[in-house]
């Protein structure tokens, strides 16, 4: 099977109005982190004021949005949108480093793109969004980054809840969880079953993931069952195994379009069975740079492309 990198269609961004994304609430609730509840290191918030100038911060008080700004752009067809859409959210670390700033800032700069992303697709009709947070090989990383990215993760989650419940979105947290620090793990169990029943747009944060992890996984428990006398090898199908995916969270687990920031070519061992026909989209913008603009542009390419499953046209 060979993927086919398609042009993205040249977009006239004029025509788009520039995306502010309420970032005083944004700022202001990730710099009260601290206070809010008990992280482990609280340092880390202390000097957020200073990229706030870099960012925008709570100088930009745009207390409400224009209809236009949320509503589905023209050139997009509600019909052809995507129903489940996976992101790679690259290049926070090399969007830091460009502005001579730590890594934490680009991981702060990373998840308010994401809230922007998440606003977009609830209004849009997307039904289920993936992102790919952190990585099993993340856990490679300096211990001081990671639990800078782990404690920001996980007051931004919880200070977003109340937000999210409004917008009706469910959450799903896939991978290992039991390598997450304590207080993340009550976090994700508390956050899965107070929003378990919204009907609206499905957030799966892919925390502590990878695609062979979840292949792993499914096949231990599928030859334990096996062992167990549950199933029988001939009656084990593709079917079969994707029930053992953690992706079986979901009604769409098969990801229409995967978007992938900072460009870079590959798919990073993210939902390697999930992917075999999702259509790819690979984009030069650093992830905290991704914005309306690029999304748009990446859906156009989407709705342009055709999608045979191996099959020809009739």
Known sequence: MVSLQLPLPKINNRIFLHFNPKPASFFSRVRNCSRAFPCKKKSIFASWTAADAIFGGEEETTTTTAEEEWSLPSELRPELMPKHVAVIMDGNGRWARQRNLPTSFGHKAGLRAL???IDLSCKWGIRVLTVFAFSTENWLRPKLEVDIFMNLFECVLKEELKKLMRQDVRISVIGDSKKLPKSLQKLKTEVEDTTRNNSGLQL?????????????????SIAEKTKDGMIQPNDITEA????????NCTKFPHPDLLIRTSGEQRISNFLLWQLAYTELAFVKSLWPDFGKADFVDVLCSFQQRQRRYGGRDS
């Open 204 to 220: 799966i944060f892919a925390l502590s993931y990878t695609g062979q992890y979840d292949i792993v996984e499914a096949c231990k």
């Open 115 to 117: 809230t922007d992303l």
């Open 240 to 247: 079969v195994i994707e029930q053992e995916l953690e992706t």
